[in-house]
């Protein structure tokens, strides 16, 4: 008895660790929620009408299930894989449902990656909420700036020397992003 009080006091907060918070939930339901939507946006005529389709829905939903279960983990980067080949492989796409798909890939990355940063027992506080949405802004502002950029150049022909803008283009971008040592 006298080791059962002892030992309580210290097992019970230690055991709470291993919940998963509201926050947390809210993330990763918000990735699965943009996964879900992109694949319904990269296969319009739906998520199993063919038996390729079955596959890349199975495979994609597997590979989100894992990142659901384990955000932290590097195979979420197949998911959108998965989704951006769907569309690579299709003949006519149109504008408005690559920008539908792509807001849902954001969308998905953006839960997936702030539950990365959160232990799963952990909450945001209102501050947290508005520095990640501050930090999701310039984001979301240079993916506009790159639409309106892409569509401006979908009209012409480009050589093999734009691949040299597109790594200067993206190595700007990770410049722009990278986080600011205090």
């Given at each position: 008895?006298?080791?059962?009080?002892?030992?309580?006091?210290?097992?019970?907060?230690?055991?709470?660790?291993?919940?998963?918070?509201?926050?947390?939930?809210?993330?990763?339901l918000?990735?699965?929620?943009?996964?879900?939507?992109?694949?319904?946006?990269?296969?319009?005529?739906?998520?199993?009408a063919?038996?390729m389709t079955?596959l890349?829905?199975l495979?994609?939903?597997?590979?989100?299930?894992?990142?659901?279960?384990?955000?932290?983990?590097?195979?979420?980067?197949?998911?959108?894989?998965?989704?951006?080949?769907?569309?690579?492989i299709?003949?006519?796409?149109?504008?408005?449902?690559?920008?539908?798909?792509?807001?849902?890939?954001?969308?998905?990355?953006?839960?997936?990656?702030?539950a990365?940063?959160?232990?799963?027992?952990?909450?945001?506080?209102?501050?947290?909420?508005?520095?990640?949405?501050?930090?999701?802004?310039?984001v979301?502002?240079?993916?506009?700036?790159?639409?309106?950029?892409?569509?401006?150049?979908?009209?012409t022909?480009?050589?093999?020397?734009?691949?040299v803008?597109g790594?200067?283009a993206?190595?700007?971008?990770?410049?722009?992003?990278?986080?600011?040592?205090?």
């Open positions: 008895m006298a080791l059962r009080t002892l030992i309580d006091p210290i097992a019970e907060p230690l055991l709470s660790l291993r919940q998963v918070s509201g926050t947390q939930w809210t993330l990763r918000a990735g699965i929620a943009g996964m879900v939507l992109a694949l319904m946006g990269a296969l319009p005529q739906g998520l199993f063919s038996f079955v890349l829905t495979a994609a939903g597997a590979v989100t299930l894992i990142q659901a279960l384990r955000p932290d983990t590097g195979i979420g980067v197949l998911g959108p894989l998965l989704v951006i080949a769907a569309l690579a299709q003949a006519e796409l149109s504008l408005l449902r690559a920008a539908a798909v792509g807001l849902a890939l954001l969308l998905s990355h953006a839960g997936f990656a702030l990365a940063t959160l232990p799963a027992h952990g909450r945001f506080e209102l501050s947290a909420w508005r520095l990640a949405l501050r930090g999701l802004l310039p979301v502002a240079l993916t506009a700036v790159g639409a309106v950029v892409v569509l401006a150049a979908a009209g022909t480009l050589g093999p020397w734009m691949i803008l790594v200067l993206v190595i700007g971008l990770l410049v722009a992003l990278m986080p600011r040592p205090r």
